[in-house]
Each structure stands twice: as structure tokens, then as C-alpha cells.
């Protein structure tokens, strides 16, 4: 069963500050990873995608990276700004048969401080 | 070309009652997926569907059931609410069953 860890659950950091949030997983027979951002009472938006034969994905301050044989993942911010407040979760999916799903984290719930 | 759509944005039902919750892919997806989201949790995997076929499904009791239609739309029907059920439904759709899924805003449900 893939269990998926988020630690801390959150974190508090002042503006300009380049930071690194980590994802573990248990289950390294992922068929990719994604990473997402959900503002409160909202819906989920896709931040990265990472298919399970690549090491890492990039759009615009955002670098995400996966190591398989670890079972870990990391999403980089460069130069936080308070915008980018929010709880970010990461998910691996995995393909069982003709079913296929994504198993969460609890999220970290970042604050950027102005 | 418009995201992922879900029906309607917020519910209050009362403990008993049946609920049906309606999402609509993003043209050309076929798959849709069901996820519940308890406050301060992640979402957890309830059902997945691919060309009007139930693909799996996650570890909720019977209550729970879902359809997919022609038009690759989807319908949540949850019975005999329990004040548990309270939280935000979520729905995502991809391409196929195993490519990048596109969630929707959600429909939160409160259960009185």
C-alpha cells in the first residue's frame, strides 16, 4: 500500500527566500509524480508533472525532481513571493491492473511573509 | 478550453439523507476520478472511471456509488449520509486512466 509523507506540515518563510519542499513515498512502482497547489476551500491545480522516466521538471521558479530509488520528491520554489501562500501537495500515481490513482500527502501549508 | 466543471459548489444535507454530485470532464478526456478531501487531509481515491466503466475503487463502504454517462460526465451518489461524509468531493479527469489528472474546484458537503 503507497503511503505518501509531507513533512513539516507547514512552514513560514520571509519573502525572496528560495525553499524546498519534500515528499517521500513508500511505493517506488509509480507511474508518475505530480505535485499540486490548493488554496483554501478550493480545488486542486496542477503545478508539475513527473513521469516515472524522468528526474525533473521545471516551469518558471518552480523545479520539481524525482528520485525513484529513494522515493523522494522535491518541489523548489526561487524567490518566494506571498502569492505563492498556499498548501502544496504532492501524489504518486499508480496503476494497478486497468485501474489507476493517486495517493496524496497531507499537504504543507506554506506562508510567505511579506 | 474550460477545466474540469463540478455541480453544484456547496450542499447541506442532513444526516439520512442521498446526495448526487455531477461533474463534466474537460473535452476529449474520457476518465473521470472521484476523491474525498477531509479538512486538513489529502484527498483519498473513491472511484476512477474510463469509457463508461468503473477502473477502481477506493475503500469507502457502499453507500458510495458513481456513474460515468456517454458524454464522459460523471454523477457521485452517496446515501444514508453520515456527518463523516462532511467534506470536499473532488473530481479530475485525464486523458486515458493513467495520464495527468485536471481536478475541478470541488463540491463541499456539509452534513447536519
Known amino acids: 500500500k503507497q503511503e505518501v509523507t509531507q513533512i513539516p506540515a507547514a512552514l513560514s518563510v520571509p519573502e525572496g527566500e528560495n525553499l524546498v519542499l519534500n515528499c517521500s513515498f513508500t511505493?517506488?512502482?509509480?507511474?508518475?509524480l505530480q505535485w499540486f497547489r490548493q488554496d483554501p476551500g478550493k480545488g486542486l491545480t496542477s503545478l508539475l508533472l513527473i513521469q516515472s522516466s524522468q528526474r525533473e521538471q521545471t516551469s518558471g521558479r518552480l523545479n520539481a525532481s524525482l528520485d525513484k530509488s529513494s522515493g523522494r520528491s522535491t518541489l523548489y520554489i526561487a524567490a518566494s513571493q506571498p502569492g505563492d501562500s498556499a498548501t502544496y501537495l504532492c501524489a504518486g500515481g499508480a496503476q494497478t491492473g486497468a485501474n489507476s490513482k493517486l495517493t496524496f500527502g497531507k499537504g504543507i501549508t506554506l506562508s510567505v511573509r511579506p | 478550453d474550460a477545466g474540469v466543471t463540478q455541480s453544484p459548489t456547496h450542499l447541506i444535507k442532513t444526516r439520512g439523507q442521498q446526495v448526487t454530485l455531477r461533474c463534466s470532464p474537460i473535452s476529449g478526456h474520457k476518465s473521470v476520478s472521484w476523491y474525498q478531501q477531509v479538512l486538513g487531509q489529502g484527498p483519498q481515491f473513491i472511484f476512477q472511471?474510463?469509457?463508461?466503466?468503473?477502473?477502481g475503487r477506493g475503500n469507502f463502504p457502499d453507500r458510495f456509488s458513481a456513474r460515468q454517462f456517454p458524454n464522459y460526465s460523471s454523477e457521485l451518489n452517496v446515501n444514508a449520509l453520515l456527518l463523516g461524509d462532511s467534506a470536499l468531493y473532488l473530481c479530475?479527469?485525464?486523458?486515458?486512466?493513467?495520464?495527468?489528472?485536471?481536478f475541478g474546484p470541488g463540491t463541499r458537503l456539509t452534513v447536519l
Open positions: 472511471y474510463y469509457e463508461k466503466e468503473e477502473r
Open positions: 511505493d517506488s512502482a509509480i507511474y508518475n
Open positions: 479530475a479527469s485525464s486523458r486515458a486512466s493513467y495520464n495527468e489528472q485536471f
